[in-house]
């Protein structure tokens, strides 16, 4: 999926975390926990139909939920 139709929640040093997409200046949404960035972001990122990022206080990635259109979806199970 391009870099364009992502969201990450990401730590920010200064408290809190936040939304982010892809070399935006300013975040989508601050919050108090991970937790209510997470369900936000799932919220974005559902309805714009793009991947979400989500990154640990360290910066790495630690898991990403693709709600678009994915190029590998899984295939049926039969």
């Not at 960035?37 to 990122?45: E, L, N, Y």
Request: proline fraction near 6%.
């Amino acid at each position: 999926m391009a870099k364009n139709n992502q969201h990450h929640v990401v730590h920010n040093p200064q408290g809190g975390w936040e939304v982010k997409k892809p070399n935006a200046e300013r975040s989508s949404g601050h919050f108090d926990s991970k937790a209510e960035a997470v369900d936000a972001g799932r919220i974005m990122s559902q309805n714009q139909k793009t991947e979400l990022v989500i990154h640990g206080e360290n910066g790495k990635i630690q898991r990403a939920d693709s709600h678009g259109n994915d190029p590998c979806p899984p295939k049926d199970k039969k």
